[in-house]
């Protein structure tokens, strides 16, 4: 049945878009308040905002998991090869994603206190579970967000190579 598809339902479109746009944000973010210095206004400000925005993408990204797994979607086009890679591509932007969270989430909580989620609501901490919990974390968050936006820079190039090059339907199933 899922091969008579062409397109992504508008819901999964959506959550693709948004969560593309929350992680390239999200990025950005990161990268430049990791720099801020103590004086800056914006120095408990921009990890409150990154925080809040990281859990809410968090929760999308459990949402867009249960949609995927929920509703039918096409097929993945190419060669045997290609679609085998874009398999795994996507297997590896999700395992990226949670490890990114989970690492996020011992940093924040290291110290035993809660994160507010835009005062709406708090995640609990639960304190450090090993030496340097917060440093050890941090390597791993920062260098599995350069290591995503790198995957995920290469999924573009992949979409747009099949759309310019292949002229196939891959990019316009997501639009």
């Known amino acids: ?15 693709h878009w948004i969560s593309a746009l929350l992680i390239i944000g999200l990025f950005s973010l990161g ?39 929920l509703t039918v979607h096409p097929k993945i086009e190419g060669e045997k090869w290609e679609i085998q890679a874009a398999k795994i591509a996507h297997f590896t932007l999700y395992l990226l994603l949670f490890t990114i969270f989970i690492a996020g989430y ?15 609501f708090s995640v609990p901490g639960f304190g450090s579970f090993i030496e340097n919990q917060e440093d050890i974390a941090g390597i791993v968050h920062y260098y599995l967000a350069f290591t995503l936006i790198g995957l995920a820079a290469l999924h573009a190039l992949a979409a747009l190579k099949h759309h310019f090059i292949n002229k196939d339907n891959t990019l316009k199933k997501m639009l």
């Open 31 to 69: 990268l430049w308040m990791v720099d801020l210095g103590y004086y800056s206004e914006w120095y408990n400000t921009a990890p409150y905002i990154h925080k809040s925005v990281g859990l809410c993408l968090f929760a999308l990204t459990l949402l867009r998991l249960v949609w995927k797994l």
């Open 1 to 15: 049945m899922s091969q008579a598809i062409k397109k992504y339902n508008r819901i999964a479109r959506l959550l």
């Open 106 to 120: 011992l940093i924040s909580t290291a110290d035993g206190r809660a994160i507010a989620v835009f005062n709406w």
